[in-house]
């Protein structure tokens, strides 16, 4: 089975500072990757998916990600965080089953912006 | 046009007492997803129906967890008999196909506390 680790239950930046959460995957075939993030009290949003047309994925609200086959890592990042960008931030490989292509969610990160 | 919906966005039960939870996809998706997520934690999968097929259930924790979507579109799930570890976030996802590019939407969420 599909799986994802991200590192790190908890990052803390400064405002302006770059922001950047690790997920490193784990598949025998080529995955779908994907981010999302989660505000408090809210369902969660795509961010960016990798798809395998490009290894540079960008997403919304300036956020990207860089596919490493060699790393097995998707780390998703942000050149200058805003406090807007507070929230819970998950990375995800989608895994064929008989349950179509379900997510496989990671433990997630909290990203905490101090001023 | 209106994102996925649930409803209630809150609950409370006590243990024992049989629960309900209603999800609203965005009209003409095929596919529609329910995952569990515990505190802390990332969401897991739970159950998948492609249009009012449920192909796949095997996520679900134990035959107290029953998911239907009669007509394709509104999908319930129902929790009898609930015990104090079904408490969580339970998430509704639809999606407009059946492959791994298509982007599931997520709805805002139950919240069901069992005390």
């Known amino acids: 089975a599909q799986s994802v680790t991200q590192l790190g239950s908890h990052v803390s930046v400064s405002e302006g500072a770059l922001v950047l959460l690790r997920c490193n995957y784990s598949s025998s075939v080529p995955p779908y990757l994907f981010w999302y993030v989660q505000y408090p009290n809210q369902g969660l949003q795509l961010l960016l998916k990798?798809?395998?047309?490009?290894?540079l994925v960008k997403g919304i609200n300036g956020f990207e990600a860089e596919f490493k086959k060699s790393e097995t890592s998707f780390h998703l990042t942000k050149p200058s965080a805003h406090m807007s960008d507070a929230a819970e931030y998950f990375c995800a490989v989608s895994e064929y089953s008989n349950s179509g292509y379900a997510l496989n969610f990671g433990k997630g990160t909290s990203l905490l912006v101090t001023p | 046009g209106a994102g996925v919906s649930q409803s209630p966005r809150y609950k409370v039960a006590k243990r024992g007492q049989d629960v309900a939870l209603r999800c609203d996809p965005i009209s003409g998706h095929v596919s529609l997803f329910w995952y569990q997520q515990a505190l802390g934690q990332g969401p897991e999968f739970l159950t998948y129906?492609?249009?009012?097929?449920?192909?796949?259930k095997s996520g679900l924790p134990s035959d107290r967890f029953f998911a239907e979507r009669p007509e394709g579109s509104v999908s319930t799930l129902k929790i009898q008999r609930t015990q104090q570890e079904d408490s969580a976030v339970y998430l509704c996802a639809s999606s407009s196909g059946t492959g791994g590019l298509h982007e599931q939407y997520f709805g805002p969420g139950t919240r069901l506390t069992v005390t």
């Open positions: 129906f492609q249009n009012e097929a449920q192909l796949d």
């Open positions: 990798y798809t395998s047309a490009a290894t």
